[in-house]
């Protein structure tokens, strides 16, 4: 089926994902391939099983085609939610070296190394996709780690019901940022000063260096 005829009316119109032959360097792209069209078509692809076949429809060349027929017939059941074919298809092609190295920068990388919240964002999903992790509770914890403490707290206050996928936690995270660079026109100076290692330095005077220490 071409993306015109599994889109149906209302779509939005992307490039297909070209043939998933199963190589380790084209794993990411090919999720991200995927990851956009069902964004971008979301009535479209509004069950698991919608999307479990679109992934396994252009695994058609190399490793991937008989790997997909051999999952085929388990994967078209709701048996495989869609988070565990995600988590099955990189274990199945993703190296586990390429994993922890994913996984060491994601628990690295701090909002304050950015300066937007977006692009923090877009850098810490790059990160979880190519760890090949997707519990929910894991990668939430990581995310919190790398905010700066302010949103941080505020997440923290927010009725777990209603902040119970990833999604909603990054959309409550940017509601939140929004808010703080509203109320804060030099945002980037206070968010550099969020930093628990600049905060450390003391408050800068005026003229930009440390106030004296009295001993």
Same mark, same amino acid.
């Given at each position: 089926?071409?993306? !015109?005829?599994?889109? %149906? ?24 391939? /995927? ?23 252009? /695994? ?9 027929? !051999? ?19 990189? !274990? ?59 949103? +941080?707290?505020?997440?923290? %206050? ?13 959309? +409550?995270?940017?509601?939140?940022? /929004? ?7 030099? %945002? ?28």
């Amino acid at each position: 089926a071409t993306n !015109d005829d599994m889109s %149906g009316n209302g779509k939005t119109d992307l490039n297909k994902p070209k043939p998933f032959d199963g190589s380790p360097e084209n794993v990411n792209t090919y999720k991200v391939h /995927c990851a956009l069209q069902f964004a971008s078509n979301s009535t479209q692809f509004n069950t698991d099983i919608k999307k479990k076949a679109y992934l396994l429809s252009f /695994c058609t060349e190399g490793i991937a085609a008989p790997w997909a027929e !051999d999952v085929f017939a388990r994967w078209m059941t709701d048996v495989i939610d869609w988070d565990h074919a995600k988590a099955e298809f990189s !274990d199945k092609f993703l190296p586990a070296n390429l994993k922890t190295t994913a996984l060491v920068e994601m628990k690295s990388v701090k909002q304050w190394q950015y300066k937007t919240f977006e692009e923090f964002l877009v850098k810490f999903k790059g990160f979880q996709t190519r760890t090949g992790i997707t519990d929910v509770n894991i990668l939430r914890m990581d995310f919190l780690a790398a905010l700066r403490p302010t949103l +941080k707290e505020n997440l923290m %206050g927010v009725d777990p019901s209603n902040v119970d996928t990833l999604e909603k936690l990054y959309d +409550k995270a940017r509601e939140f940022e /929004c808010m703080y660079q509203t109320d804060h026109p030099r %945002g980037q100076q206070q968010q550099r000063s969020s930093n628990p290692r600049w905060r450390q330095r003391g408050r800068m005077t005026t003229g930009g260096r440390p106030p004296n220490r009295v001993n």
